[in-house]
């Protein structure tokens, strides 16, 4: 790519005042200040700036640190980053937590107990590759190379994957797929060709009718989203949330329709009923750019608004209003596509399918308002020798999730614990707290267990280190270079992340560990550079781009080559089999899948047990963040939400401390129960990602619940392999202990 394609983001974000003045959700630089983060009273100025970007979460936005000497003062939103806008949320303010945070990882351990005791000497980093890679090479040499695993989530990933593929293995995976976005992304690709990315592409700019199921954005805190969501509210546009709960969002919503949990797919089966019985869908787009509208047609005539007003509970006059707002709008309708969608199995893929088709129906794909088209900024990789043909991953081995996008957590865990279809005996983690993001932890430990090797590389001595054989830790994420941030906003960019401060301890960024350790398996070869330095040097090269002058910037963006929008009467091939938008997916049928949505609601908890549902406090990030010494002083514990007809059935109270459990005898708490109108009859709520139980973080430890811990009963979808969550039904009871 030419220089001159690249617009170099404005030095301005050198001028922070005007970007602090709208800062985020929360106070926490002021609390900072308490833990001597900020700049203090004692007269403490910043000597530099640093542009960067954030790791509490993978939107990814840029970031201004202010720093002096080795010390992290603030860090404020940088104004070019698309994701930022100038404002970081609650969590990004308070990110320099990592680095003062006492019970960090400091050294390499080598385990010394029994697997999850938590007892390690101190290693040196030679000392630990060298355990890592004979345990590694013993294992390749016994069973195969596909015998290791990567679990990863997080910026170091792609480079200890390319060492683990460059290794001989097909084996890596993240919970972000099988426990989060897979159903979404494999529904979005059978009907429209290609998945939902991240940053999800909602307009937002100039939508004019918003429909969330679930998302409770908000509480779930994408910095960019949520602005660009109060901004569209205020603009007048309509909304509509489908939550049992009354979320932060629902609240403000035109319509709400507090749905029985697991229900969405009837009311959108009603709102295609409509769309096609009163010919309100966009006829020209489906036209143009669908096949299967028949069969659709004939498959949603049932379904009423009557029939879904019964099976979700909603009255059917609200199922209307809302449908009545969205043609109101269409085709600038935002149909959420989801996120975090793991939630009941099979049914996951079939509502995303669902959600596609009224998006489709409406227009709305690649029209304004709608969802727009993503490009991203061409940065070629940096030249590596040929990777080894990989064998098969183990779920194709298997034969199973015909549809999957990335291999399964889950995959891997089963075959880990049953051998087949083949064993594997080698896990390397980084950046995933496996005990807490994988429902089932049995099994989870059961694979632990069977394993000849487990290596862990983290900042935390969360869950997950305390079983590891070789414990490896990172650099935060302040302290630390990695690989660029490749945007899929409206505006194609990239960011870079450069170290802000050192770090005070013996810790290694995962760029070096995966270089090091590479080496010592014989795949040097495709690390070939000597610094991180080079490595970006000449990646930015390959699109017209100094270091020098990112490191300056911290972004660069490029003008599109793609249209935002498909213009009208455009022909476009989409990458379908038929090359069209598949209402009915004939991939579906073939495989022996229902090629048109179907709601299959889970069946109503009996008396006494509520169905366990989960979801995101804006303050906390999964469970990476209870022992960030800022955010735990502002929200120490989770609740468990309750109806006050619930509650008063089991003679609890607001503020009673509760245990959760299930039928397996699995439990955790006690957190406090929060009883609330707030939250319907038969389910229960909590946010994910406390209830920390090891012993090494010392604020996190017991404080709240894990929902996780209590996820023994989960749903394989057979389509796209991600585990539903909320199949759980759970016991709650008065704790004997009190809530500290
Ligand atoms: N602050 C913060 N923000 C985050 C994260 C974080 O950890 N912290 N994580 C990020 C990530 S990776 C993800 S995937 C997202 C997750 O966030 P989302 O994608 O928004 O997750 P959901 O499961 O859709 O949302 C939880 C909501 O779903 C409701 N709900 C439960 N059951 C049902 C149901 O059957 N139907 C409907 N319509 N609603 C239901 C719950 O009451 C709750 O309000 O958040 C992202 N944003
Ligand atoms: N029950 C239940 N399960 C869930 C969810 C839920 O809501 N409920 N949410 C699901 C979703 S949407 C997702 S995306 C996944 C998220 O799953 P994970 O990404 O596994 O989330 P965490 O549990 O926060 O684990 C993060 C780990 O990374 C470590 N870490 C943090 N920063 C760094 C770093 O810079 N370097 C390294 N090496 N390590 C670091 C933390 O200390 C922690 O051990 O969980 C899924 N699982
Ligand atoms: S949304 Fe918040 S936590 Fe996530 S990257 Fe942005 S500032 Fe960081
Ligand atoms: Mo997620």
Not at 342 to 357: F, N, P, V
Not at 388 to 398: F, G, R
Request: proline share 7%; hydrophobic share 40%; aromatic share 8%.
């Amino acid at each position: 790519m030419a220089n001159d394609g690249v617009k170099i983001a404005r030095r301005g974000f050198l001028k922070l005042a005007a970007a602090g003045a709208a800062a985020g959700a929360a106070a926490a630089p002021e609390r900072a200040e308490a833990f001597g983060l900020a700049q203090a009273k004692d007269g403490l100025a910043p000597d530099r700036e640093v542009p960067t970007y954030c790791e509490l979460c993978f939107w990814n936005c840029g970031v201004v640190a202010r720093a002096r000497k080795n010390r992290v003062l603030a860090l404020k939103g940088h104004p070019a980053y698309p994701n930022a806008n100038g404002k970081l949320c609650g969590r990004g303010q308070a990110g320099a937590g990592f680095v003062v945070d006492e019970d960090r990882l400091k050294y390499p351990m080598i385990r010394t107990g029994s697997r999850g005791e938590g007892k390690f000497r101190r290693a040196g980093w030679s000392e630990a590759y060298g355990v890592i890679a004979d345990g590694f090479s013993r294992i390749k040499a016994r069973y195969g190379a596909e015998a290791l695993a990567l679990f990863y989530h997080g910026s170091g990933g792609p480079l200890l994957r390319q060492m683990l593929v460059a290794y001989g293995s097909p084996n890596y995976a993240g919970p972000s797929y099988a426990q989060c976005k897979g159903a979404r992304n494999v529904g979005y690709k059978l009907t429209f060709g290609e998945k939902i990315v991240s940053p999800e592409p909602i307009d937002l700019e100039r939508t004019r009718c918003m429909v969330l199921f679930g998302s409770h954005l908000g509480e779930n805190a994408h910095n960019s989203q949520v602005q660009e969501f109060v901004k569209a509210r205020a603009r007048g546009a309509s909304l509509v949330v489908l939550d049992p709960r009354l979320s932060t969002v629902a609240s403000k919503a035109d319509v709400w329709l507090p749905i029985r949990p697991g229900y969405d797919t009837a009311v959108i089966l009603a709102w295609l009923h409509l769309l096609v019985k009163e010919r309100t869908y966009d006829a020209a787009f489906v036209k143009a750019h669908t096949v299967g509208l028949d069969a659709l047609a004939a498959h949603v005539a049932p379904f009423t608004p009557e029939w879904a007003a019964e099976r979700a509970g909603v009255p059917a006059a609200r199922i209307v209003d809302a449908y009545r707002l969205m043609v109101n709008a269409m085709p600038a309708v935002a149909v959420h596509p989801g996120r975090h969608t793991a939630w009941y199995g099979e049914a996951d893929t079939q509502r995303a399918r669902a959600q596609a088709i009224l998006t489709a129906l409406l227009g709305a794909w690649w029209r304004p308002g709608g969802i727009y088209r993503t490009e991203k900024m061409s940065v070629p990789d940096y030249p590596t020798p040929d990777f080894p043909d990989l064998p098969k991953n183990v779920d194709e081995a298997a034969g199973r999730f015909p549809f999957e996008e990335e291999v399964t957590t889950n995959g891997i865990r089963d075959a880990t614990r049953t051998g087949k279809p083949y064993p594997v005996k080698g896990w390397l983690v980084h950046g995933t707290n496996l005990i807490q993001s994988m429902p089932g932890v049995r099994e989870t430990v059961d694979a632990i267990r069977n394993l000849d090797l487990l290596v862990v590389c983290d900042v935390l001595p969360t869950e997950i280190t305390q079983y590891a054989d070789v414990l490896l830790p990172e650099d935060t994420y302040l302290e630390r270079w990695d690989d660029l941030s490749i945007g899929f906003t409206k505006t194609p960019y990239v960011g870079l992340r450069q170290p802000v401060v050192q770090s005070p301890h013996d810790t290694r960024p995962a760029w070096r560990i995966a270089k090091e350790l590479g080496a010592r398996l014989g795949v040097g070869d495709f690390f070939p550079w000597a610094t991180f330095e080079d490595y970006l040097s000449v990646r930015l090269a390959g699109a017209g781009l100094s270091l020098d002058q990112l490191r300056k910037d911290g972004i660069a963006l490029a003008p599109r080559k793609t249209p935002l929008y498909l213009a009208d009467g455009e022909p476009f091939h989409f990458h379908t089999p038929s090359g069209k938008i598949e209402l009915h997916s004939q991939q579906l049928a073939d495989k022996g899948f229902a090629p048109l949505p179907t709601c299959e609601g889970p069946p109503l908890p009996p008396a006494g047990r509520f169905r366990l549902l989960y979801g995101r406090s804006p303050l906390h990030t999964f469970g990476r963040t209870q022992n960030n010494p800022i955010l735990a002083d502002l929200e120490p514990t989770n609740a468990l939400w309750m109806s006050p007809a619930d509650a008063a059935a089991l003679g609890l109270e607001d503020g009673t401390p509760v245990l959760v459990q299930n039928d397996k005898g699995s439990e955790t708490g006690p957190l406090p129960l929060k009883v609330t109108d707030r939250q319907a009859d038969g389910a229960v709520y909590m946010v994910h990602g406390f209830g920390h139980w090891s012993r090494r973080l010392h604020r996190a430890r017991g404080q709240g619940g894990d929902d996780t811990a209590v996820i023994d009963d989960y749903a394989v979808d057979p389509i796209s392999g991600s585990t539903g969550m909320r199949t759980q039904l759970v016991t709650v009871r008065r704790a004997e202990r009190t809530v500290a």
